[in-house]
């Protein structure tokens, strides 16, 4: 809650008036209704939100001719930086002594009061602004290098903390903004690798030449870099990269036209589908709109034209329909409009009527020219379509054929089918089972009355790669077809009320080939069922990964995370911590906070290993003070200088030596620390850039608690049912041994298992884990976002498998989490 400022005004921000009581309102009511402005902020969709709007300014200067290089940093506790070398916020005095940068991060939709440029993306999604972001940020700092300085500003949940300052120079121009989404706001605050690197990924195809970098330092830290200097053209080449092209270059068409910049890239190839991605602004349009109507109709229009006119089309009855003249067409059109209308908020569909005519009359004129000027690609082309004509002629045959056969409807079910007794589709359940060891195990496990299963037996045909008829001829889909009912989307006969079942579980290994073929059923439903899915009809079973025994108890666990949390839970059971020198005891609650607290110290300082001496991190965060502003004195420097150097000598052997540099652009000192640890050499740059940072705040905030407990040795002293003391008592020398010795407390007398499969659980044990509806967690399956679903999942169907899967794991088409 950001507190009124109305009866005293805040001593960091002198000067509120009535102009910043709004602007308190304003940004109090993105913290209120956080879906209405940023999207939600519990399933993901939020969070990242928060970066594309940062983003999306850095792409309005790249728009703009200003910008040409964007990074986008996460950090191990959960903030995030964005920087790009764009022209800067401006940063002159606005009204009232308020800069124009504060404007722009606190006021709604100001963005466009400084800016004049044509094209922009800016306007987001929501169209809100940085300043929405600053709202739900529990801090966020400013840098902004513009007009020969250095420029600084921190907020905290859109509050500024003092005005705007220059803390330096610097020849360079850009803005740099770190915030930690805020935890009283987001519930999900964990950013996917996957999810911002799609999308930085698209950015960079959709804007020639610009250079997105993405940089993870969680973990083992990860960096990729998208440069593509031929943009659209590029885009088209990786959807490709599978496939087999029928001619060699991609067709680029360009133009500007009544200030409607227009650019088309196509390409077609030897497989069945079609994969046109509109675009307007940057921003992915899923239901098309007008600049996707007028590429089409201009398409069957040219392409029949040149056939005819080059007489190709000689053995057809009929003119080639819009489906063949696409089929095996992979396209981006990209438009970029200075005042685009869409159907909806969320620029699902384009509307902007005038761009119809607009992309037709490009395309009339640059295909046929095309075509003209290469008559051997030309001519594959049209034969590609030719064939497509004739073969859609006998797939319509064939369709008559399969349906009088039954695989279409349920008037005979599969003899693999273990059906339930229940004819009411919304009270019954249909397993899909990975395996026919599971799938045995499920049919035991069951309960007949509701739930059917399902076996399939390995990989299920890749539907995305296959022409329909291949597909139903395929054993395996036939017979999931058949059990459900409803025919699909392809057949023309797609019923959902004909569903025989409205839970339709996919049941797969959590391992590389369950997941693979827990894809493969995505992908299927996704193409030839989506009405399934849009009704929420489709779920993902989670089995248990840890089964935990003490005596006759059993628990089961979900993940590692439940893992560690219930060794945590066990392990703080009956104990008591103590003090020797007399003072604090801790038990339960408290006890479990303080071993949280320990675990994600250990964990941040393990992140930043990865990139620094971890020791000298800790060594700077326990035994100094040492704050952004020190770096300005040099007393203050050797004295934690000194204190790291004695820190480090009595944990371990090995050399130190610093160094002390000028960091001219934030007119400060830069302290360079090499440490050599046997072979290893680490360099630790302390700088206002690493003082700054949101990980080494949190390793202090909880080295400061921990110091409050009061001096080590402890004592842990195992507790009676009673909650006395018992003889059992151990004197642990320092808060790491603590860690160890309730962690092997925890571990004492528990049978702990790893599932490997589905396979290893018996009938009993996968009733009770992953299909007892009182007890099971399942997810559902959702198409909601537009650029986190379709497109993606197109994009990454035709593209190499590792990524694919990657997908699936991590976001499962936005999967939520449903029961419990
Ligand atoms: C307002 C006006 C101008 C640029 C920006 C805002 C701007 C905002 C952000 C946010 C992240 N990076 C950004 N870069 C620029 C126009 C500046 C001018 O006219 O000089």
Same mark, same amino acid.
């Given at each position: ?139 966020? /700092? ?29 020849? /360079? ?6 915030? /930690? ?454 007393? /203050? ?184």
């Amino acid at each position: 809650m950001v507190d009124t400022p109305a009866a005293e005004p805040s001593p960091a921000a002198p000067g509120y008036d009535q102009g910043s009581i709004q602007v308190l309102e304003g940004l109090e009511a993105v913290r209120k209704r956080p879906g209405m402005y940023i999207g939600d902020p519990h399933d993901g969709t939020g969070l990242h939100h928060l970066v594309w709007e940062v983003v999306d300014n850095a792409v309005d200067e790249h728009l703009a001719g200003y910008c040409d290089a964007v990074q986008v940093t996460v950090h191990s506790e959960g903030s995030i930086t964005v920087v790009d070398n764009g022209r800067g916020i401006p940063v002159g005095m606005h009204a009232k002594g308020v800069s124009a940068a504060e404007v722009v991060m606190t006021q709604l939709h100001a963005g466009g009061k400084f800016n004049s440029d044509s094209y922009s993306v800016s306007a987001g999604l929501h169209g809100v602004g940085v300043s929405a972001v600053n709202a739900v940020s529990e801090w966020l /700092k400013m840098e902004i290098r513009r007009e020969g300085k250095l420029w600084f500003q921190e907020y905290a949940r859109g509050v500024p903390k003092a005005p705007i300052e220059p803390i330096g120079t610097s020849k /360079k121009n850009g803005t740099k903004i770190t915030f /930690k989404p805020d935890p009283q706001i987001f519930t999900m605050t964990n950013f996917s690798f996957e999810v911002l690197n799609n999308r930085l990924r698209e950015i960079s195809f959709l804007n020639a030449g610009l250079e997105v970098v993405l940089e993870d330092e969680r973990g083992e830290g990860k960096k990729v870099t998208h440069k593509f200097e031929g943009g659209i053209r590029e885009f088209v080449e990786a959807l490709n990269k599978k496939k087999t092209p029928l001619h060699d270059s991609v067709i680029y068409l360009h133009a500007v036209k009544d200030g409607v910049d227009i650019e088309i890239a196509m390409q077609w190839s030897d497989s069945y589908n079609e994969s046109i991605f509109p675009y307007t602004n940057n921003v992915f349009n899923r239901d098309g709109g007008t600049h996707l109507t007028g590429l089409r109709t201009a398409l069957t229009r040219v392409i029949n034209q040149y056939g005819s006119r080059e007489k190709l089309l000689k053995d057809l009855k009929n003119p080639l329909g819009g489906d063949d003249v696409r089929e095996g067409l992979t396209a981006i059109i990209s438009v970029k409009h200075p005042d685009p209308a869409f159907s909806s908020q969320t620029k699902d569909k384009l509307v902007s009527s005038e761009v119809k005519g607009i992309v037709e009359s490009v395309v009339n004129e640059k295909l046929s020219q095309y075509l003209e000027e290469d008559p051997k690609s030309g001519k594959r082309i049209v034969e590609k379509a030719v064939l497509a004509a004739r073969a859609r002629e006998a797939a319509r045959r064939a369709r008559e054929m399969v349906q009088r056969k039954g695989v279409l409807d349920a008037s005979t079910l599969p003899g693999k089918l273990a059906d339930c007794q229940s004819k009411d589709p919304s009270e019954s359940e249909l397993y899909i089972v990975e395996g026919d060891s599971a799938g045995g195990s499920a049919k035991q496990g069951r309960d007949r009355r509701f739930q059917a299963i399902l076996p399939l037996r390995g990989k299920i045909l890749n539907v995305e790669r296959a022409r329909f008829e291949k597909m139903l001829s395929s054993a395996e889909i036939g017979t999931l077809i058949t059990a459900l009912g409803c025919g699909v989307e392809g057949g023309d006969n797609f019923d959902i009320d004909k569903l025989r079942y409205h839970h339709v579980i996919i049941m797969t290994d959590a391992d590389v080939d369950g997941s693979h073929i827990r894809t493969l059923l995505l992908t299927f439903f996704y193409r030839q069922m989506p009405k399934l899915i849009d009704n929420g009809y489709l779920y993902i079973a989670q089995p248990p990964l840890y089964k935990v025994k003490r005596g006759k108890k059993l628990r089961y666990l979900q993940d590692d995370g439940a893992l560690s949390r219930f060794l945590i839970e066990t392990g703080t059971d009956n104990v008591r911590l103590s003090m020797t020198a007399g003072g604090t005891q801790l038990t339960g609650e408290p006890l479990r906070n303080l071993l949280k607290d320990l675990s994600r110290f250990r964990l941040l300082l393990e992140n930043i290993g990865h990139r620094v001496d971890p020791l000298v991190v800790e060594a700077l965060v326990t035994a100094t003070d040492l704050a952004v502003g020190d770096l300005a004195d040099k007393a /203050k420097i050797e004295t934690a200088l000194e204190a790291i150097g004695a820190h480090v000598s009595a944990k371990r052997q090995g050399e130190l030596s610093a160094r002390i540099e000028q960091d001219e652009e934030h007119d400060r000192q830069r302290i360079v620390i090499e440490t050599q640890h046997g072979v290893t050499r680490r360099t630790t740059t302390i700088d206002f850039d690493f003082l700054s940072a949101g990980n080494v705040a949190e390793l202090r905030q909880i080295h400061q608690g921990i110091v409050a407990l009061g001096r080590p040795p402890f004592v842990v002293t195992m507790l009676d049912k009673d909650g006395k003391p018992t003889e059992d008592s151990t004197e642990v020398p320092d808060i790491e041994s603590l860690w160890a010795n309730i962690d092997a407390r925890a571990r004492r007398g528990l049978g702990i298992q790893r599932y490997k499969g589905l396979g290893e659980m018996n009938p009993d044990e996968l009733w009770e884990t992953t299909m007892d509806p009182e007890m099971r967690t399942l997810l559902q399956v959702r198409i909601e976002d537009a650029l986190e679903a379709e497109e993606l999942f197109s994009v990454l169907m035709g593209d190499q498998v590792e990524p694919r899967r990657a997908f699936i794991e991590s976001n499962a088409l936005n999967v939520t989490n449903l029961d419990i």
